[in-house]
């Protein structure tokens, strides 16, 4: 069964946040539309492996989407972890076009379209990583050595992949991935743990699981807080900012009304300044004058509160930030 479904990466709003608000001659604007157009070509092949893997026996499995896990002072993150009672299969997902030759002498991967060739880091290093990064992380929490295997898939359906007989073992193109899961359930028949074991590491790996920051993306791509437009954005003509009156935001512009237009622009001040949010910060993002309407609004929001009366804070529940 899948105990942690594939969700939209925090990176991906938080990039998206930036663009909203950002001046359309910000010289930053081409550099972050590029880096959100490969995380998304990444996340939709990641979307991708779902329907294949709804064919398999969900009794027999428990499947975890991108996990963030911390071992010592460094994370390292999972794209898709498949866990049985005999075996551990790490999943690295790609979804890139083109003919991709796997290079063994240089361990790089090579890409060739429209005869132009390109280079990336080979995929089976990231994900031989991740391997042994898991492992340490099982022997940290003291549970008993399983088999992990790896797997590295393409999504891409007109993608053409080269590489030799051991290449071919660990990386495959998305439509064999049931056939590589299972020739591994033939591989390990011996239960090395049981359900109640697998369901106890399931239950850690959630409880251990850590979203990344996004916070300091602005300062990543060296922009200022104050280029970013405050308020709240109007969802039909995209004008900033709209108007709060009478419970209720217009557009000064196109005169279209909402009722919940604030949500968007709280979830834009959560991904890219604080965790937390006062009152007065709320009232000067989103352009609201009253305190009784802004403690209205975020009271009737599902936010962990902390605090009381002028000291209050609110932080999003994760629910929130999707």
């Keep these: ?31 972050i539309e590029r880096d959100l157009s490969k995380y998304n070509s990444g996340y939709q092949g990641e979307k991708a492996l779902n329907y294949y893997l709804s064919f398999i026996d969900e009794n027999k499995y428990q499947i975890f989407h991108n996990l963030r896990l911390r071992n010592g002072e460094y994370f390292f993150q999972i794209d898709t972890l498949i866990l049985t009672t005999s075996f551990a299969l790490l999943i690295e997902v790609k979804n890139m076009s083109g003919k991709l030759v796997f290079e063994p002498e240089f361990n790089q991967l090579i890409r060739s379209i429209d005869e132009k060739e390109e280079g990336f880091p080979n995929p089976l290093l990231q994900i031989k990583r991740q391997q042994i990064q898991f492992e340490k992380w099982l022997d940290r929490h003291r549970y008993i050595p399983m088999p992990i295997e790896i797997l590295v898939i393409n999504s891409h359906s007109g993608s053409i992949l080269k590489g030799n007989k051991f290449i071919s073992k660990y990386v495959c193109k998305i439509d064999r991935v049931l056939e590589k899961i299972q ?21 850690l790996l959630l409880k251990k699981d850590t979203p990344p920051n996004t916070l300091s993306l602005l300062k990543k791509y060296s922009i200022s807080p104050s280029n970013i437009i405050t308020g709240v954005q109007c969802p039909q003509c995209n004008e900033f900012p709209m108007v709060y009156n009478r419970r209720k935001w217009q557009c000064s512009k196109c005169r279209t009304i909402s009722k919940d237009a604030h949500i968007k622009a709280l979830q834009d001040y959560f991904n890219l300044f604080k965790n937390t949010i006062s009152n007065t910060e709320f009232r000067q993002f989103l352009h609201i004058d009253s305190i009784f309407s802004a403690s209205k609004l975020l009271n009737s929001l599902k936010l962990e509160k902390h605090g009381e009366r002028k000291g209050r804070i609110y932080s999003p529940t994760k629910d929130f930030l999707q």
Excluded: F
């Design 183 to 203: 020739e591994l359930e033939k591989r390990y028949t011996t239960d090395i743990l049981n359900v109640k074991e697998i369901r106890k590491i399931g239950n």
């Design 1 to 31: 069964m899948i105990v942690k479904k594939r969700e939209i990466s925090r990176k991906i709003l938080a990039l998206e946040a930036i663009l909203r608000r950002l001046p359309e001659s910000h010289h930053k604007r081409q550099i």
